[in-house]
């Protein structure tokens, strides 16, 4: 059965760092691009980042050059590391499989998807 399930969202100060983790089964993650999408308190569902399969990063502007991903494929998981975080990185974080090996932020391209973990950023 194909499943994904995200750990590790918590309550965290602006400016410190929180890894979360993207555990697969089901399915092997070596031939599907991974994506990271978020939904702040009263809004829509955005990508954040997306892991090619082989390990090309794509991110939001939002997110650039803070959030970074790795695959481990041998556990079938992905991490997001995010740093530097900000109040307005609160939300449920929420990651979702590839239709395909190539990234992309837009959820019609993702046909799997986990049931999120909360982020909160405050202090």
């Known amino acids: 059965q194909l499943q994904l399930v995200e750990s590790g969202g918590s309550l965290v100060q602006p400016g410190k760092s929180l890894t979360l983790s993207c555990t697969a089964s089901g399915f092997t993650l070596d031939s599907y691009a991974i994506g990271w999408f978020r939904r702040a308190p009263g809004k829509g569902r955005e990508g954040a980042s997306c892991i090619t399969n082989t390990d090309e990063q794509w991110d939001a502007d939002s997110v650039r050059g803070r959030f970074t991903l790795s695959r481990n494929n041998a556990g079938n998981t992905v991490s997001l590391q995010m740093n530097s975080l900000k109040p307005e990185d609160t939300g449920v974080y929420y990651c979702?499989?590839?239709?395909?090996?190539?990234?992309?932020?837009?959820?019609?391209?993702?046909?799997?998807w986990g049931r999120g973990t909360q982020v909160t950023v405050s202090s």
């Open positions: 979702a499989r590839g239709r395909g090996p190539y990234c992309s932020l837009l959820e019609v391209d993702f046909d799997s």
